[in-house]
Protein backbone atom coordinates (compact mmCIF):
# COMPACT_ATOMS: atom_id res chain seq x y z
CA UNK A 1 0.00 0.00 0.00
CA UNK A 2 2.47 2.04 1.18
CA UNK A 3 4.08 1.73 -2.49
CA UNK A 4 1.03 2.60 -4.07
CA UNK A 5 0.64 5.94 -2.49
CA UNK A 6 4.35 6.80 -2.72
CA UNK A 7 3.88 6.09 -6.76
CA UNK A 8 0.63 7.86 -7.29
CA UNK A 9 2.31 11.24 -5.10
CA UNK A 10 5.06 10.75 -7.69
CA UNK A 11 2.55 10.73 -10.79
CA UNK A 12 0.91 13.75 -9.02
CA UNK A 13 4.23 15.62 -8.45
CA UNK A 14 5.25 14.72 -11.93
CA UNK A 15 1.84 15.81 -13.20
CA UNK A 16 1.74 19.43 -11.46
CA UNK A 17 5.79 19.84 -12.32
CA UNK A 18 5.12 19.58 -15.86
CA UNK A 19 2.13 22.03 -15.42
CA UNK A 20 4.53 24.15 -14.05
CA UNK A 21 6.32 24.20 -16.79
CA UNK A 22 3.90 25.00 -19.27
CA UNK A 23 2.50 27.82 -17.53
CA UNK A 24 6.22 29.04 -17.21
CA UNK A 25 6.24 28.67 -21.45
CA UNK A 26 3.00 31.01 -21.75
CA UNK A 27 4.60 33.60 -18.80
CA UNK A 28 6.82 33.63 -21.51
CA UNK A 29 4.88 34.36 -23.96
CA UNK A 30 2.91 37.15 -22.15
CA UNK A 31 6.64 38.66 -21.73
CA UNK A 32 7.35 38.42 -25.43
CA UNK A 33 4.02 40.30 -26.30
CA UNK A 34 5.16 43.32 -24.04
CA UNK A 35 8.30 43.23 -25.55
CA UNK A 36 6.73 43.60 -28.84
CA UNK A 37 4.97 46.69 -27.89
CA UNK A 38 7.50 48.93 -30.29
CA UNK A 39 6.13 47.69 -33.20
CA UNK A 40 3.23 50.18 -32.22
CA UNK A 41 5.63 52.66 -33.35
CA UNK A 42 5.20 51.30 -37.08
CA UNK A 43 1.41 51.94 -36.88
CA UNK A 44 -0.88 54.80 -37.26
CA UNK A 45 -2.59 54.59 -33.89
CA UNK A 46 -4.84 56.93 -32.12
CA UNK A 47 -5.97 57.67 -28.42
CA UNK A 48 -8.82 56.02 -26.76
CA UNK A 49 -10.80 57.86 -23.42
CA UNK A 50 -10.60 56.06 -19.91
CA UNK A 51 -14.49 56.46 -19.28
CA UNK A 52 -13.35 54.86 -15.92
CA UNK A 53 -11.97 58.00 -14.88
CA UNK A 54 -14.87 60.41 -15.71
CA UNK A 55 -13.13 61.14 -19.35
CA UNK A 56 -10.32 62.91 -17.50
CA UNK A 57 -7.65 61.63 -19.26
CA UNK A 58 -6.99 59.44 -22.70
CA UNK A 59 -4.78 56.95 -23.29
CA UNK A 60 -2.72 55.63 -26.28
CA UNK A 61 -3.64 52.52 -27.98
CA UNK A 62 -0.31 51.07 -26.85
CA UNK A 63 -0.95 52.05 -23.49
CA UNK A 64 -4.66 49.82 -23.47
CA UNK A 65 -2.19 47.30 -25.22
CA UNK A 66 0.29 47.16 -22.32
CA UNK A 67 -3.00 46.81 -19.47
CA UNK A 68 -4.32 43.50 -21.78
CA UNK A 69 -0.93 42.47 -21.80
CA UNK A 70 -0.61 42.48 -17.97
CA UNK A 71 -4.18 40.96 -17.20
CA UNK A 72 -3.12 37.25 -19.23
CA UNK A 73 0.43 37.76 -17.04
CA UNK A 74 -1.00 38.70 -13.57
CA UNK A 75 -3.37 34.99 -14.27
CA UNK A 76 -0.60 33.04 -14.67
CA UNK A 77 1.56 34.61 -13.23
CA UNK A 78 -0.63 33.80 -10.04
CA UNK A 79 -1.44 30.29 -10.94
CA UNK A 80 2.63 30.04 -11.63
CA UNK A 81 3.64 30.75 -8.44
CA UNK A 82 0.66 28.75 -6.65
CA UNK A 83 1.58 25.52 -8.22
CA UNK A 84 5.41 26.35 -7.59
CA UNK A 85 4.92 26.48 -3.68
CA UNK A 86 2.65 23.21 -4.19
CA UNK A 87 5.33 21.06 -5.96
CA UNK A 88 8.11 22.12 -3.73
CA UNK A 89 5.94 21.85 -0.71
CA UNK A 90 5.06 18.38 -1.61
CA UNK A 91 9.04 17.74 -2.38
CA UNK A 92 9.91 19.40 1.06
CA UNK A 93 12.60 20.70 -1.44
CA UNK A 94 11.83 24.60 -0.30
CA UNK A 95 15.47 25.57 1.88
CA UNK A 96 14.11 28.50 3.21
CA UNK A 97 16.93 30.26 4.48
CA UNK A 98 18.53 29.84 0.84
CA UNK A 99 15.13 30.83 -0.82
CA UNK A 100 15.02 34.11 1.23
CA UNK A 101 18.68 34.90 -0.02
CA UNK A 102 18.08 34.00 -3.48
CA UNK A 103 14.95 36.49 -4.06
CA UNK A 104 15.55 39.27 -0.95
CA UNK A 105 16.19 41.51 -3.53
CA UNK A 106 12.24 41.83 -4.53
CA UNK A 107 11.64 43.10 -0.74
CA UNK A 108 12.16 46.69 -1.88
CA UNK A 109 9.95 46.40 -4.92
CA UNK A 110 7.89 45.52 -2.28
CA UNK A 111 8.22 48.14 -0.32
CA UNK A 112 7.51 50.41 -3.01
CA UNK A 113 4.35 48.90 -4.31
CA UNK A 114 2.95 49.36 -0.32
CA UNK A 115 4.76 53.27 0.05
CA UNK A 116 3.20 54.16 -3.49
CA UNK A 117 -0.05 52.69 -2.57
CA UNK A 118 -0.25 54.91 0.47
CA UNK A 119 0.89 58.00 -1.81
CA UNK A 120 -2.20 57.49 -3.34
CA UNK A 121 -4.60 57.49 -0.87
CA UNK A 122 -2.65 61.15 0.47
CA UNK A 123 -2.58 62.27 -2.72
CA UNK A 124 -4.95 65.46 -3.40
CA UNK A 125 -6.39 63.97 -6.43
CA UNK A 126 -7.02 60.26 -5.89
CA UNK A 127 -8.51 59.28 -8.67
CA UNK A 128 -6.20 60.56 -11.30
CA UNK A 129 -3.37 58.98 -8.95
CA UNK A 130 -4.97 55.75 -8.99
CA UNK A 131 -5.72 56.08 -12.67
CA UNK A 132 -3.49 58.21 -14.10
CA UNK A 133 -4.11 61.08 -15.80
CA UNK A 134 -3.41 61.87 -19.48
CA UNK A 135 0.06 62.18 -20.96
CA UNK A 136 1.89 59.78 -18.72
CA UNK A 137 -0.85 57.73 -17.50
CA UNK A 138 1.29 56.79 -14.53
CA UNK A 139 -1.25 55.75 -12.24
CA UNK A 140 -1.28 53.54 -9.48
CA UNK A 141 -2.79 50.52 -11.99
CA UNK A 142 0.13 51.45 -14.32
CA UNK A 143 2.60 50.82 -11.36
CA UNK A 144 1.18 47.20 -10.44
CA UNK A 145 1.11 46.57 -14.19
CA UNK A 146 4.78 47.26 -13.73
CA UNK A 147 5.33 44.89 -11.17
CA UNK A 148 3.42 42.30 -12.90
CA UNK A 149 5.77 42.56 -16.12
CA UNK A 150 9.00 42.98 -13.99
CA UNK A 151 7.74 39.62 -11.85
CA UNK A 152 6.76 37.83 -14.38
CA UNK A 153 10.37 37.98 -16.27
CA UNK A 154 12.37 37.54 -12.82
CA UNK A 155 10.18 34.28 -12.34
CA UNK A 156 11.24 33.00 -15.84
CA UNK A 157 14.72 33.90 -16.13
CA UNK A 158 15.72 30.73 -15.09
CA UNK A 159 12.73 28.55 -15.27
CA UNK A 160 13.37 28.23 -19.15
CA UNK A 161 16.83 28.14 -19.70
CA UNK A 162 16.91 29.77 -23.28
CA UNK A 163 14.88 32.56 -22.35
CA UNK A 164 17.43 35.42 -21.50
CA UNK A 165 18.98 34.57 -25.33
CA UNK A 166 15.33 34.50 -26.78
CA UNK A 167 14.07 38.01 -25.61
CA UNK A 168 17.51 39.79 -26.10
CA UNK A 169 17.65 38.54 -29.64
CA UNK A 170 13.88 39.64 -30.13
CA UNK A 171 14.54 42.90 -29.01
CA UNK A 172 17.44 43.62 -31.25
CA UNK A 173 16.08 42.05 -34.16
CA UNK A 174 12.92 44.28 -33.69
CA UNK A 175 14.96 47.33 -32.93
CA UNK A 176 16.44 46.86 -36.08
CA UNK A 177 13.49 46.47 -38.21
CA UNK A 178 12.06 49.61 -36.56
CA UNK A 179 15.16 51.37 -37.28
CA UNK A 180 15.31 50.00 -41.01
CA UNK A 181 11.61 51.16 -41.12
CA UNK A 182 12.56 54.84 -40.25
CA UNK A 183 15.20 55.38 -42.29
CA UNK A 184 13.30 53.85 -45.19
CA UNK A 185 10.54 56.28 -44.49
CA UNK A 186 13.05 59.28 -44.51
CA UNK A 187 14.62 58.49 -47.80
CA UNK A 188 11.84 57.55 -49.25
CA UNK A 189 10.35 60.87 -47.81
CA UNK A 190 7.01 58.63 -47.42
CA UNK A 191 4.34 60.58 -45.67
CA UNK A 192 3.63 58.84 -42.32
CA UNK A 193 2.43 61.95 -39.68
CA UNK A 194 2.10 59.86 -36.94
CA UNK A 195 5.48 57.74 -37.20
CA UNK A 196 7.31 59.48 -34.03
CA UNK A 197 4.77 61.10 -32.72
CA UNK A 198 2.23 58.36 -31.64
CA UNK A 199 2.78 54.59 -30.93
CA UNK A 200 4.97 53.04 -28.15
CA UNK A 201 7.09 56.39 -28.08
CA UNK A 202 4.67 59.14 -28.07
CA UNK A 203 7.56 61.67 -28.63
CA UNK A 204 11.37 61.77 -30.35
CA UNK A 205 12.91 61.71 -26.42
CA UNK A 206 10.56 58.40 -25.44
CA UNK A 207 11.90 57.15 -29.05
CA UNK A 208 15.37 58.29 -27.90
CA UNK A 209 15.59 56.51 -24.61
CA UNK A 210 14.20 53.10 -26.54
CA UNK A 211 17.39 53.84 -29.01
CA UNK A 212 19.80 53.94 -26.86
CA UNK A 213 18.63 50.87 -25.33
CA UNK A 214 18.42 49.41 -29.01
CA UNK A 215 21.98 51.21 -29.82
CA UNK A 216 23.69 49.71 -26.59
CA UNK A 217 22.11 46.08 -26.49
CA UNK A 218 23.48 45.91 -30.50
CA UNK A 219 27.16 47.32 -29.57
CA UNK A 220 27.05 44.69 -26.81
CA UNK A 221 26.04 42.06 -28.99
CA UNK A 222 29.15 42.44 -31.77
CA UNK A 223 31.42 42.66 -28.34
CA UNK A 224 30.29 39.56 -27.02
CA UNK A 225 27.99 37.75 -29.43
CA UNK A 226 29.18 33.84 -29.75
CA UNK A 227 27.17 32.56 -32.81
CA UNK A 228 28.36 34.01 -36.03
CA UNK A 229 25.22 34.82 -37.12
CA UNK A 230 24.53 36.78 -34.22
CA UNK A 231 27.67 39.03 -35.00
CA UNK A 232 27.01 39.56 -38.76
CA UNK A 233 22.97 40.48 -37.77
CA UNK A 234 24.62 43.05 -35.19
CA UNK A 235 26.76 44.71 -37.22
CA UNK A 236 24.60 45.18 -40.52
CA UNK A 237 21.67 46.52 -37.46
CA UNK A 238 24.09 49.00 -35.20
CA UNK A 239 25.00 51.44 -38.22
CA UNK A 240 20.94 51.81 -38.34
CA UNK A 241 20.23 51.86 -34.41
CA UNK A 242 23.27 54.55 -34.56
CA UNK A 243 21.91 57.25 -37.07
CA UNK A 244 18.06 57.09 -35.75
CA UNK A 245 19.96 57.33 -32.55
CA UNK A 246 21.32 60.75 -33.72
CA UNK A 247 18.74 61.84 -36.06
CA UNK A 248 16.46 61.54 -32.84
CA UNK A 249 18.66 64.06 -31.70
CA UNK A 250 17.83 63.69 -27.76
CA UNK A 251 20.71 64.57 -25.96
CA UNK A 252 20.02 62.14 -22.85
CA UNK A 253 19.44 59.11 -24.80
CA UNK A 254 23.35 60.37 -26.48
CA UNK A 255 25.06 60.07 -23.30
CA UNK A 256 22.76 56.40 -22.27
CA UNK A 257 24.31 54.96 -25.22
CA UNK A 258 28.00 56.25 -24.60
CA UNK A 259 27.41 55.26 -21.12
CA UNK A 260 26.31 51.52 -22.26
CA UNK A 261 29.72 51.40 -24.57
CA UNK A 262 31.77 52.38 -21.40
CA UNK A 263 30.12 49.76 -19.05
CA UNK A 264 30.34 47.11 -21.66
CA UNK A 265 34.40 47.71 -22.00
CA UNK A 266 34.60 47.86 -18.36
CA UNK A 267 32.80 45.16 -17.70
CA UNK A 268 34.54 42.67 -20.60
CA UNK A 269 37.95 44.19 -18.81
CA UNK A 270 36.24 42.88 -15.40
CA UNK A 271 35.13 39.14 -16.97
CA UNK A 272 38.00 39.41 -19.23
CA UNK A 273 35.54 38.32 -22.24
CA UNK A 274 36.29 41.47 -23.81
CA UNK A 275 37.15 40.95 -27.74
CA UNK A 276 39.01 44.08 -28.80
CA UNK A 277 38.81 43.42 -32.26
CA UNK A 278 35.10 43.38 -32.10
CA UNK A 279 35.51 46.20 -30.07
CA UNK A 280 37.19 48.14 -32.15
CA UNK A 281 34.85 47.21 -35.32
CA UNK A 282 32.01 48.41 -33.46
CA UNK A 283 33.12 52.33 -32.18
CA UNK A 284 34.37 52.48 -36.02
CA UNK A 285 31.21 51.47 -37.35
CA UNK A 286 29.60 54.37 -34.82
CA UNK A 287 31.93 56.97 -35.24
CA UNK A 288 31.69 56.75 -38.95
CA UNK A 289 27.94 56.97 -38.54
CA UNK A 290 28.54 59.81 -36.22
CA UNK A 291 30.89 61.83 -38.22
CA UNK A 292 28.32 61.72 -41.27
CA UNK A 293 25.24 62.65 -39.46
CA UNK A 294 26.97 65.24 -37.81
CA UNK A 295 29.01 66.65 -41.23
CA UNK A 296 25.60 66.83 -43.04
CA UNK A 297 23.90 68.65 -40.07
CA UNK A 298 21.10 66.34 -39.90
CA UNK A 299 21.87 66.61 -35.69
CA UNK A 300 23.17 69.54 -33.69
CA UNK A 301 24.43 66.97 -31.10
CA UNK A 302 27.94 68.48 -30.52
CA UNK A 303 26.35 71.67 -30.14
CA UNK A 304 24.34 70.40 -27.29
CA UNK A 305 26.88 68.76 -25.41
CA UNK A 306 29.19 72.36 -25.13
CA UNK A 307 25.97 73.96 -23.89
CA UNK A 308 25.54 70.92 -21.42
CA UNK A 309 29.41 71.70 -20.58
CA UNK A 310 28.28 75.38 -20.22
CA UNK A 311 25.60 74.81 -17.80
CA UNK A 312 27.27 71.99 -15.83
CA UNK A 313 29.98 75.06 -15.36
CA UNK A 314 27.65 77.47 -14.48
CA UNK A 315 25.84 75.33 -11.68
CA UNK A 316 29.67 74.50 -10.26
CA UNK A 317 30.19 78.69 -10.67
CA UNK A 318 26.48 80.48 -10.30
CA UNK A 319 29.39 83.45 -9.97
CA UNK A 320 30.49 83.42 -13.75
CA UNK A 321 26.71 82.76 -15.26
CA UNK A 322 24.61 85.18 -12.79
CA UNK A 323 20.97 83.77 -12.29
CA UNK A 324 21.71 81.55 -15.17
CA UNK A 325 22.58 78.59 -12.55
CA UNK A 326 18.99 77.94 -11.51
CA UNK A 327 17.66 78.32 -15.33
CA UNK A 328 20.38 76.54 -17.17
CA UNK A 329 18.88 74.52 -19.47
CA UNK A 330 21.49 72.03 -21.65
CA UNK A 331 18.56 73.41 -24.46
CA UNK A 332 15.60 71.26 -23.03
CA UNK A 333 15.27 73.30 -19.39
CA UNK A 334 16.10 70.41 -17.68
CA UNK A 335 17.88 72.15 -15.15
CA UNK A 336 15.19 74.51 -14.08
CA UNK A 337 12.43 71.59 -14.01
CA UNK A 338 15.14 69.84 -11.84
CA UNK A 339 15.25 72.82 -9.37
CA UNK A 340 11.15 73.36 -9.32
CA UNK A 341 10.61 69.61 -8.62
CA UNK A 342 13.15 69.55 -5.89
CA UNK A 343 11.28 71.93 -4.38
CA UNK A 344 7.68 70.12 -4.51
CA UNK A 345 9.72 67.47 -2.98
CA UNK A 346 10.83 69.78 -0.19
CA UNK A 347 7.66 70.78 0.51
CA UNK A 348 5.63 66.97 1.08
CA UNK A 349 9.19 64.49 1.11
CA UNK A 350 7.61 61.51 3.06
CA UNK A 351 4.38 60.54 0.45
CA UNK A 352 5.05 62.91 -2.51
CA UNK A 353 2.55 64.88 -4.19
CA UNK A 354 0.50 61.26 -5.57
CA UNK A 355 1.27 59.60 -9.06
CA UNK A 356 0.90 61.22 -12.08
CA UNK A 357 -0.06 64.76 -10.78
CA UNK A 358 1.42 67.41 -13.54
CA UNK A 359 0.32 71.25 -14.95
CA UNK A 360 -2.68 71.93 -13.40
CA UNK A 361 -2.92 68.98 -10.96
CA UNK A 362 -0.03 69.41 -8.78
CA UNK A 363 -1.33 72.06 -5.96
CA UNK A 364 2.47 72.61 -5.03
CA UNK A 365 3.35 73.52 -8.55
CA UNK A 366 0.47 74.51 -10.89
CA UNK A 367 2.58 75.18 -14.25
CA UNK A 368 5.06 72.59 -13.18
CA UNK A 369 5.97 69.96 -16.27
CA UNK A 370 7.32 66.76 -15.65
CA UNK A 371 10.51 66.47 -14.33
CA UNK A 372 12.54 64.82 -16.95
CA UNK A 373 14.55 62.86 -14.33
CA UNK A 374 12.78 59.10 -13.30
CA UNK A 375 14.48 59.35 -9.74
CA UNK A 376 13.54 62.91 -8.62
CA UNK A 377 9.83 61.94 -10.21
CA UNK A 378 9.75 59.21 -8.17
CA UNK A 379 10.56 61.05 -5.24
CA UNK A 380 8.12 63.98 -6.12
CA UNK A 381 5.43 61.18 -7.06
CA UNK A 382 5.90 58.63 -4.06
CA UNK A 383 8.19 60.30 -1.55
CA UNK A 384 11.88 60.25 -0.87
CA UNK A 385 11.15 56.82 1.09
CA UNK A 386 9.96 54.94 -2.18
CA UNK A 387 12.97 56.50 -4.33
CA UNK A 388 15.35 55.42 -2.20
CA UNK A 389 14.21 51.83 -1.89
CA UNK A 390 14.20 52.03 -6.19
CA UNK A 391 18.07 53.16 -5.80
CA UNK A 392 18.84 50.74 -3.39
CA UNK A 393 17.71 47.97 -5.42
CA UNK A 394 19.64 49.24 -8.41
CA UNK A 395 22.76 49.63 -6.54
CA UNK A 396 21.82 45.79 -4.93
CA UNK A 397 21.27 44.64 -8.74
CA UNK A 398 24.87 46.07 -9.32
CA UNK A 399 26.70 44.59 -6.75
CA UNK A 400 25.26 41.01 -7.58
CA UNK A 401 26.57 41.57 -10.93
CA UNK A 402 30.06 42.42 -9.58
CA UNK A 403 30.04 39.81 -7.26
CA UNK A 404 28.57 37.28 -9.97
CA UNK A 405 31.32 38.13 -12.48
CA UNK A 406 33.34 35.05 -12.89
CA UNK A 407 29.94 33.50 -13.62
CA UNK A 408 28.43 35.83 -16.38
CA UNK A 409 28.37 34.50 -20.23
CA UNK A 410 27.35 36.97 -23.04
CA UNK A 411 23.81 37.32 -22.95
CA UNK A 412 24.38 38.22 -19.18
CA UNK A 413 27.08 41.21 -20.00
CA UNK A 414 24.55 42.14 -22.67
CA UNK A 415 21.50 42.40 -20.75
CA UNK A 416 23.46 44.08 -18.10
CA UNK A 417 24.83 46.73 -20.55
CA UNK A 418 21.47 47.28 -22.18
CA UNK A 419 19.69 47.73 -18.83
CA UNK A 420 22.33 50.13 -17.76
CA UNK A 421 22.30 52.25 -20.56
CA UNK A 422 18.80 53.19 -19.70
CA UNK A 423 19.67 53.90 -16.07
CA UNK A 424 21.81 56.75 -17.20
CA UNK A 425 18.59 58.02 -19.64
CA UNK A 426 16.57 58.34 -17.22
CA UNK A 427 18.66 60.79 -15.22
CA UNK A 428 17.44 63.18 -18.58
CA UNK A 429 13.97 62.09 -19.24
CA UNK A 430 10.95 60.06 -17.67
CA UNK A 431 9.34 57.63 -20.40
CA UNK A 432 7.43 55.14 -18.08
CA UNK A 433 4.75 53.78 -20.04
CA UNK A 434 6.42 54.02 -23.18
CA UNK A 435 9.63 52.47 -23.00
CA UNK A 436 9.77 51.85 -19.01
CA UNK A 437 8.39 48.02 -19.39
CA UNK A 438 11.83 47.12 -21.27
CA UNK A 439 14.26 47.95 -18.39
CA UNK A 440 12.07 45.97 -16.47
CA UNK A 441 12.61 42.83 -18.69
CA UNK A 442 15.70 43.27 -18.92
CA UNK A 443 16.29 44.30 -14.87
CA UNK A 444 14.53 41.40 -14.17
CA UNK A 445 16.65 39.14 -16.41
CA UNK A 446 19.74 40.43 -15.56
CA UNK A 447 19.56 40.18 -11.73
CA UNK A 448 21.88 37.24 -10.83
CA UNK A 449 21.74 34.92 -7.77
CA UNK A 450 23.48 35.88 -4.66
CA UNK A 451 26.97 34.30 -5.08
CA UNK A 452 26.80 31.03 -1.68
CA UNK A 453 29.94 30.27 0.37
CA UNK A 454 29.37 26.66 -0.02
CA UNK A 455 31.90 25.46 2.94
CA UNK A 456 29.72 28.05 5.36
CA UNK A 457 26.41 27.28 3.96
CA UNK A 458 27.41 23.68 4.47
CA UNK A 459 27.95 24.93 8.13
CA UNK A 460 25.10 26.69 8.67
CA UNK A 461 22.34 23.60 7.51
CA UNK A 462 24.10 21.94 9.96
CA UNK A 463 23.88 24.10 12.97
CA UNK A 464 20.33 24.59 11.90
CA UNK A 465 19.67 20.91 12.08
CA UNK A 466 21.50 20.91 15.46
CA UNK A 467 18.55 23.05 17.06
CA UNK A 468 15.81 21.26 15.09
CA UNK A 469 17.24 17.97 17.45
Known amino acids: MDKVAINAMNRRDLKFGVLQKRIAYVLFAGVMLVLLQAFFGL ?10 SNGSHFMHYSQVYLKFCCMLLTVFLLAYYAI ?22 LLPFAFMLIWALISTFHSPYFEKSMYGAGYINEGYFTVLQYAVVFLSAYA ?16 IIMAGIICIVFVGIEVTKYSIPTSLKSGVFNNSNHYGYFLAMSSAVTFGAIVYAKKKWQISLAVILLPFNVFQLLACNTLGANIAYIGGIIFIICSGLITKKLDWRRLVAACVLSGVINLIVEVSGRTNMW ?12 IISPSEGGEEGNTSSAG ?8 RTIAVIKQVPWFGKGLDLYHGNNIYDTSLDVSHNEYITMASNIGIPGAVMYLGTVIWWFIRAVRARKTLGANELTLLAVTFSYLISAIFGNSF ?4 PYLLIFLALSIQKPQFDEYKYAKLQEQNAKLEI
Not at 157 to 163: F, L, Q
Not at 303 to 314: G, N, P, Q, T, W
Open 43 to 52: TLVGTVTNTV
Open 84 to 105: KIYVNAERRSIKFDKFIQDNLI
Open 156 to 171: IRDEIKWAKEAMLWTF
Open 303 to 314: ASYVELFKDIKR
Open 332 to 339: TGRFGLWI
Open 433 to 436: TYTY
